[in-house]
């Protein structure tokens, strides 16, 4: 069955410390690539997505990530956080039913 | 664009009853929305993706005779739990597909006493 790990599961920084949260998935096929991040009382936002092309993705507030195929890796960074930055991040891949499989999500908390 | 609501935010109900929760695309249609549920400090675990005008679908493990899903139309889906136990307690997500994306709802959480 197909899944996505995430390898930190929390995360403490001061902030301007630079970001890199892992993920990988166990699908070899073609997948769309997602990160979400869910801030304290709010909903699930859409950070950035991986559908083709580019390998680096940019997406809202700084972040971006990088897909490695080879690696089966779909790691989130970002070169300075800030304290609004504190939230929960899930990386989420589709299913060959284009589904969507979520990682356990990171917890990330900045300090200021 | 493309905001998803649920009603109610949060919901208090005695073991035994059934609750209703309700999804809705305020400003866009979705033929397709998806019901998730999120335990404490864990991921969102998908429940049944739900079809307008036609049947649910079901995850492996999730009884559809306890969850029951209907999408009556393009902006609404609904959720009930019928015959609610405390273990039903979770914090319970929508989301609604545009294209290749889903948006997601604010969530509902059930707790039943």
């Known amino acids: 069955a197909q899944s996505v790990s995430q390898h930190n599961h929390h995360v403490i920084l001061s902030e301007a410390a630079s970001l890199e949260l892992g993920c990988n998935y166990s699908?070899?096929?073609?997948?769309?690539l997602f990160w979400y991040v869910q801030y304290p009382g709010q909903h699930l936002q859409l950070l950035l997505k991986y559908f083709s092309g580019d390998p680096l993705v940019k997406g809202i507030k700084g972040f971006e990530a990088e897909f490695i195929k080879s690696k089966f890796s779909f790691n989130l960074r970002k070169p300075s956080v800030q304290w609004s930055d504190t939230a929960e991040y899930f990386c989420?891949?589709?299913?060959?039913?284009?589904?969507?499989?979520f990682g356990a999500g990171t917890r990330l908390a900045v300090h200021p | 664009g493309a905001v998803v609501s649920q009603h109610p935010s949060w919901v208090i109900c005695k073991s035994g009853t059934s609750v209703k929760i309700e999804c809705r695309s305020l400003?866009?249609?979705?033929?397709?929305m998806f019901w998730y549920r999120q335990f404490p400090k864990q991921s969102l675990m998908l429940m049944a993706t739900?079809?307008?005008?036609?049947?649910?679908?079901?995850e492996q493990g999730v009884e559809k005779d306890k969850f029951l899903i209907n999408h009556a139309s393009l902006t609404l889906s609904t959720l009930t739990v019928t015959s609610a136990h405390p273990e039903d307690s979770s914090f319970y997500i929508c989301?609604?597909?545009?294209?290749?994306?889903?948006?997601f709802g604010p969530g509902t959480r059930l707790t039943v006493t």
């Open positions: 699908y070899g096929g073609t997948v769309n």
């Open positions: 400003d866009f249609q979705a033929t397709t």
């Open positions: 989420a891949v589709t299913r060959r039913d284009n589904k969507l499989i």
């Open positions: 989301s609604a597909k545009i294209l290749n994306e889903q948006y």
């Open positions: 739900s079809n307008e005008g036609s049947k649910a679908t079901y």
